[in-house]
């Protein structure tokens, strides 16, 4: 790590600024060469750099000046890589970037690999890897909330959260070493029922982290909404509605979605990808079926089905009980209120776990801000934003499901009076697991798969 990278930090194309990135204990010299308080046709002025104060001044390669410029020097450690950093403002344009950039190679700095001024950032220590996964998830994100997800994390929520379940299993594996290490010793470990009070912390604290892995990877890639009914009942009419512009073809022949019809919008900052699917009912027309099985694909792939029915018509008991699986959360719109009148509204049976349908007109926009309300509430009613560290992220997740096997087996083990070597065996892999998601056990496959979903520049 004593070499020197430097790369753009800023997306290629033109802008008002762009910036390059230096990193590593020659950056201060490297700058030093390439830039002057004046431009190359005046006396060059060696430029006296401060820590953390920009300085205005000029790129120049020999007799030519290349751009005007801010630099910004940061000494070690106050700086993202925590080595000595220097950031080069110059306008942005391809060309422009692109010679700065070749001159500082030409002085002896190396090209940046993707991810690796996040990568030396975390390998001195400055931030840990849950910090440096947020970095790529900031830079990702496609709505508000998995912002907010990805800076929390990026203060170290999560991290912190880890480590002070390391640091009490640590206690408890010291306690269990010196068991076995002074056998002798009749009070070297003993289990209390605080212990079992603690222990069981733990393994809570990692089931609810789990747990809300699965609500908070809707903010990565989106709830799913499949929209689904009768024919005719007006799926594509509230589709429309609900992301207010037309995209699904509304006509008055039963039938014409054939073909899921897909979009995305954002609802109070959640992403949602909305399908539209065709009408089930029973019919012979072999396109229709053919969109019907596709109907039913699209249920099965959905976080969430919103079963539309219509006033005037029995709640259609058999079609919703054959294609609607037993665990999907759904809600039930009755559409068309505005012809409802006198007319009966159908009521789901109490099989289901909501049976108050949300009245809605596709038609006149009645009932549709109660029914994307109703959408976030059954989605990420449980789901407190900030409140704590969460884990939208599978890596993590995966060592989470690992250290919680090892944990439950050491607490059974405990009370059924297991021996200790195996009882600190399974304390020591669970550590072992949490520590991986912080990277302090981290094995180096895990880090280059974390760096290089970077961007290079980052
Ligand atoms: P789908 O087959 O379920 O997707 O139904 P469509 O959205 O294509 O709508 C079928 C017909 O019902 C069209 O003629 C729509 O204009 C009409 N429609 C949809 N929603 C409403 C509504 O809320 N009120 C009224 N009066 N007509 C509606």
């Known amino acids: 790590m004593t070499d020197t990278i430097a790369a753009i930090a800023t997306p290629f194309g033109s802008g008002g600024i762009g910036v390059i990135r230096i990193s590593g204990l020659q ?12 431009p190359a046709d005046v006396d060059k002025r060696a430029p006296q750099f401060i820590s953390h104060r920009v300085s205005h001044g000029f790129i120049c390669d020999g007799e030519t000046t290349i751009d005007e410029v801010l630099v910004v020097p940061m000494k070690a450690p106050r700086s993202y890589t925590a080595e000595d950093v220097v950031e080069i403002q110059a306008h942005s344009g391809t060309i422009v970037l692109r010679r700065i950039l070749d001159l500082l190679f030409s002085h002896g700095a190396r090209p940046a690999e993707p991810g690796e001024f996040t990568r030396r950032a975390f390998l001195n220590g400055r931030i840990d890897l849950t910090q440096a996964e947020a970095v790529a998830d900031i830079i990702n ?28 299993l640590t206690q408890f594996l010291a306690r269990l070493e ?13 289990y209390t029922s605080r212990d079992k009070a603690e222990l069981q912390l733990v393994a809570d604290k990692i089931g609810g982290l789990i747990q809300q892995h699965k609500d908070a990877c809707f903010l990565k890639t989106g709830i ?28 008055a022949v039963p039938g014409t979605t054939r073909d899921p019809i897909e979009d995305s919008l954002i609802i109070e900052g959640i992403p ?30 959905a976080d969430i089905v919103l079963y539309v029915i219509e006033p005037g018509k029995p709640f259609p008991e058999k079609t919703v009980s054959t294609t609607l699986p037993d665990d999907k959360p759904v809600i039930f719109a009755i559409n068309k209120m505005d012809l409802a009148h006198e007319l009966d509204l159908p009521q789901p049976p ?14 006149t926009g009645q009932g549709i801000n109660t029914l994307r309300t109703k959408l976030l509430e059954r989605c990420i009613g449980n789901l407190e934003i900030g409140d704590d560290a969460v884990i939208p992220n599978l890596r ?9 096997e090892h944990m439950t087996t050491m607490m059974e083990g405990l009370e059924n009076g297991q021996e200790e070597e195996t009882l600190a065996l399974d304390v020591k892999n669970c ?8 990277g302090d056990t981290a094995p180096p496959d895990i880090l280059d798969a974390v760096f290089n979903n970077f961007c290079i520049g980052k």
């Open 350 to 363: 109490s099989t289901y776990a909501d049976t108050s349908p949300v009245e809605v007109s596709a038609l």
């Open 272 to 301: 949602f990808v909305i399908v539209d699917t065709a009408g089930i009912h029973q019919t012979d027309d072999l396109v229709e079926i053919i969109g019907i099985e596709k109907a039913r694909d699209q249920i099965e792939a």
């Open 431 to 438: 550590i072992d697991h949490l520590g991986t998601i912080t």
């Open 27 to 38: 950056s201060f010299n490297l700058a030093a060469k390439i830039f002057s308080k004046t």
């Open 396 to 404: 993590h997740k995966n060592a989470l499901v690992q250290a919680l």
């Open 224 to 251: 799913r909404l499949a929209i689904c009914g009768e024919p005719n009942v007006g799926k594509s009419s509230i589709m429309n509605r609900i992301l207010e512009k037309e995209k699904s073809i509304i006509t």
């Open 178 to 190: 010196a068991a076995i290490d002074f056998p002798d010793d009749a009070g070297a470990f003993s």
């Open 141 to 168: 994100a496609r709505s508000d909330s998995s912002l907010k997800f990805a800076a929390s994390q990026n203060l170290g929520t999560l991290g912190q959260s880890i480590r002070n379940m390391i640091s009490g």
